[in-house]
């Protein structure tokens, strides 16, 4: 796979605190974890998520522009955009508290963590060796042909995602809150749609989540397995779909499988001094 140049991360500024929301601050969490949600999805879905995982880590959601306290700032244009912006607040924040992180990534959301961490590795070599790894859910590797959805009518794109379980009813259900909530779904979706993958391999252990009765193939585990150049761990779930919109105690358990599969130091510990990378 030849590589492509890496976007730099954008500046801190203008305001790190609206890229991210921590719904529930944990400072004597030992770890972080960088929840990226899936098209369309605000970041305050990430909520009953941190209550769900309690003092394991602290839960910090990437709210990108186009919605929550940031509905009148223009959407990104790319997948490439996103990962900067989100690489750029990772950075701030690790080199204010050094705790190692974990970056969750649901849907498209896992192509944003991915590209993000390749950003951080480029950009910042100090902040990368405090990353514990990928974890990216319900997502084909990247590259993978994505289905078009961002042009369908929007009653097909109902039917779609009212199919596969990542938006709440709530929203499906009311003409007014989906129209209100449809840009952003749109241009997340034609992001992922529009990414070209030409990056390296990534060099820290990957996550990926497969489901009772899924097979390798249903999680494109041989995919992903191409841009892995560090370990593979793969996590049981109850269900395929969903977690996120709709299951967050179920993502919850992920999570926490996934901070021990990488090996995450005991809740409580203090953050080390000296930040380093983790051993896997």
């Given at each position: 796979?030849s ?40 970041a ?5 998520v ?8 602290e ?15 223009p ?16 950075v ?98 034609r992001m ?74 005991a ?14």
């Amino acid at each position: 796979m030849s590589g492509n140049p890496i976007p730099q991360a954008a500046p801190a500024a203008p305001a790190v605190s609206r890229a991210l929301y921590v719904p529930q601050a944990c400072t004597e969490a030992s770890a972080v974890v960088y929840g990226v949600g899936h098209a369309g999805a605000g970041a305050a879905s990430w909520k009953p998520v941190a209550a769900g995982l309690g003092p394991a880590a602290e839960i910090r959601a990437y709210r990108l522009p186009g919605r929550d306290n940031r509905l009148r700032e223009p959407p990104h244009a790319s997948v490439q955009a996103a990962a900067a912006e989100l690489a750029a607040a990772v950075v701030e924040r690790w080199r204010e508290d050094g705790r190692p992180y974990l970056i969750a990534g649901i849907c498209s959301g896992a192509l944003i963590g991915r590209v993000a961490l390749s950003v951080i590795a480029s950009a910042a070599p100090d902040a990368a060796a405090g990353a514990l790894g990928l974890l990216a859910v319900d997502q084909p590797a990247p590259g993978a042909p994505e289905p078009p959805l961002s042009g369908l009518p929007t009653a097909e794109l109902r039917r779609w995602l009212d199919e596969h379980g990542d938006t709440p009813s709530r929203v499906l259900g009311d003409d007014r809150l989906f129209a209100f909530f449809e840009p952003a779904l749109r241009g997340d979706l034609r992001m992922a749609e529009d990414y070209t993958h030409r990056l390296e391999p990534l060099d820290v252990p990957l996550l990926l989540v497969r489901a009772a009765g899924q097979s390798e193939a249903d999680i494109d585990l041989a995919g992903w397995r191409q841009d892995a150049a560090g370990p593979v761990h793969v996590l049981g779930a109850v269900a395929p779909g969903g977690l996120l919109a709709t299951r967050p105690d179920d993502l919850a358990d992920v999570l926490g499988a996934a901070l021990a599969a990488v090996g995450q130091v005991a809740v409580g510990s203090p953050p080390p001094s000296s930040p380093g990378r983790p051993a896997w």
